[in-house]
């Protein structure tokens, strides 16, 4: 099916239309769609042809021109489409609009397993394929016969469409009163009017969403809901309807009737991938994704093998932490659609391996995706995490590296790539990567900064226990990286404490051995203590350790001095 009229063909049709007088004349023009058709090849297209016939039939000339099969078929077949296929939604109002009518009938038809036809219609407006009314079912042994009941019920819908254009200008004016006087007085006419109801909900809605107090916001969300409670017993598929109530109920406190709204709104629109999104992720936050589940199972049982549904069913199981089912239904969408094996196909499969404990799985899914989006940075990053998480730290570091090569800017990789080396212990790598994190275009440099804080930090305590002067060495480094891509006094009191460990134990191995260098690290050390203690001093947190500190740093340097001036002749 096209997703779209080609334009320039459509409106040369259009054109091309014969302008009959009682075209002109009429008060309006209807057209009818091809039906959506179940169960019999060509019955959507005999369906719309026998109505248009009932509708002739049913409409005086003055009151209504129906567009003959022939204009309509002409404009589908200069456009590129079928006159046998039924439309999309979106292309039957362009269609519409370019055959100038006013309103359209549109719906299905299926074939019972008893050879019966059953016609589900509705009339839309051109001008916004949102607002429509719902029409009976009707159900005969011939098409023709199903049509005739519709088209009597196609006359009675349109008296409310004076009432309804009336409410929706008035309300556009500002005159809310008389649009609802419009509204009501339709219903008047028409019993089941759902348009103009839809009008009325509108002009509530409105108000709520203007209110400033609570109370304003809940008393016009009740006049709201009464009114789409109505629409819902005419129509229980008005996404118009559904999309209110799933907010109005919100303001009633009642998230029970919100999320039933809002599971209606699939059931009642299952193809609007936007709305199924937006549905999925209001389920989701309110930690109730769970109860679409049941949903999508029956959308599969209704259409098996579409592409769409199974999207919808995979996005919706992983969305309610369902693993098992989507770890099932993931390669069957890509059997029934290739292209749906994207990038985040793979990420989300390998993450339902993960949340199941099959880290091959896992593992086999992300590398399958790396095969084919070998430059896709989220792809490798993904990839990378799962190997770190395997214990492969080596391999997770080279995929990182192409990660950040596919993505130079990109914070979360350098920072994964930075711990990959913290947890080999490489930590000159480790600071060269921090460092050149910090360097990018609009980097947060805090963040690069607190990381290695925290390993300098978490380097500084693993010294304490070991007493190695190297292993408070790789402290400092770790420090003075954070400190000079954002300076602090935690770092530099750190790199003092380290630094006078360092000279402490410098010095003792200098005075038995009578080393120079090891002198000299003692004296350079001793100054880089009082260095960073002193800027310890100026924090609370830090202050009575480093005066104490401090107090023995005069009592070492004169020793030290002369440690240098005997070894280091």
């Known amino acids: 099916m096209k997703s779209r009229f080609s334009l320039a063909a459509a409106i040369l049709a259009c054109l091309a239309l014969p302008a009959a007088t009682q075209a002109q004349q009429a008060k309006t023009r209807i057209t009818v769609m091809t039906f959506q058709s179940q ?32 204009d309509v078929t002409n404009t589908l077949e200069q456009s590129g489409f079928s006159p046998t296929d039924p439309l999309a939604a979106n ?77 929706v200008s008035k309300a556009r004016g500002n005159d809310l009163a008389g649009a609802l006087a419009a509204a009501r007085a339709a219903t008047k006419d028409y019993p089941n009017a759902e348009m103009s109801r839809l009008c009325e909900a509108n002009i509530f809605y409105a108000q709520y ?7 304003d916001s809940v008393r ?15 129509d229980p598929a008005s996404t118009a309807a559904l999309r209110m109530q799933a907010e109005l109920y919100k303001v009633r406190g009642d998230s029970a009737q919100s999320r039933a709204a809002l599971i209606n709104l699939i059931r009642a629109d299952p193809t609007n991938d936007r709305l199924i999104a937006q549905v999925i992720n209001d389920l989701a936050a309110s930690g109730h994704a769970q109860d679409a589940v049941p949903l999508v199972k029956e959308l599969l049982q209704r259409s098996p093998g579409d592409p769409q549904t199974m999207r919808t069913a995979f996005l919706v199981y ?38 199941l404990n099959q880290t091959p799985q896992a593992l086999q899914m992300l590398q399958q995706g790396v095969q084919k989006y070998p430059s896709n940075g989220s792809l490798l990053l993904a990839y990378a995490s799962a190997l770190r998480k395997a214990g492969q730290g080596q391999q997770a570091a080279d995929v990182l590296k192409r990660a950040v090569a596919a993505n130079p800017n990109n914070p979360q ?19 060269a990567v921090l460092s050149r994190g ?27 226990a070991s007493k190695k002067r190297e292993d408070y060495q790789t402290a400092i480094r770790l420090l003075q990286t954070s400190d000079q891509i954002s300076p602090s006094v935690d770092a530099k009191f750190l790199i003092g404490a380290s630094a006078f460990s360092i000279a402490q134990s410098a010095a003792q191995d200098a005075s038995s051995s009578k080393s120079c260098s090891l002198a000299q690290l003692a004296e350079s050390s001793l100054s880089q203590a009082a260095a960073g203690l002193q800027a310890g001093t100026t924090d609370d947190k830090y202050k009575a350790p480093a005066t104490q500190y401090l107090q023995y740093i005069p009592q070492l340097r004169a020793p030290i001095s002369a440690e240098v001036k005997r070894f280091c002749k």
């Open 209 to 215: 969403a203007k209110a400033t107090t609570h109370a």
């Open 413 to 431: 990789a350098l920072l994964l790539l930075a711990d990959t080396y913290a947890q080999a212990n490489q930590l000159d790598s480790v600071a």
């Open 91 to 167: 292309d039957e109002k362009q269609l519409a609009n370019l055959l100038r009518a006013d309103e359209y009938v549109t719906g299905t038809i299926t074939k019972t397993p008893t050879g019966q036809y059953t016609v589900t219609p509705k009339l839309v407006l051109s001008r916004d394929n949102t607002v429509w009314q719902a029409l009976p079912p009707a159900t005969a042994g011939k098409i023709g016969d199903a049509m005739k009941p519709v088209a009597n019920e196609v006359k009675q819908a349109m008296s409310q469409l004076d009432n309804e254009a009336s409410c």
């Open 220 to 234: 016009y969300a009740d006049s709201a809901l009464v009114v789409t409670q109505q629409i819902a017993q005419i």
């Open 39 to 70: 169960g019999e090849k060509g019955a959507g297209a005999k369906a719309a042809d026998e109505l248009r016939k009932r509708l002739s039939d049913e409409f005086d000339s003055r009151d209504a021109y129906i567009l003959p099969t022939k």
């Open 438 to 464: 910090a360097a990018m275009p609009g980097a947060d440099k805090s963040t690069f900064a607190q990381y290695a804080l925290g390993q300098g930090s978490n380097a500084f305590k693993a010294a304490n």
């Open 318 to 355: 992983l969305a309610a932490n369902d693993f098992q089912d989507a770890v099932a239904q993931g390669p069957e969408l890509i059997r029934a659609d290739t292209a749906a094996a994207d990038s985040t196909y793979f990420v989300r499969m390998a993450a339902a391996y993960v949340n």
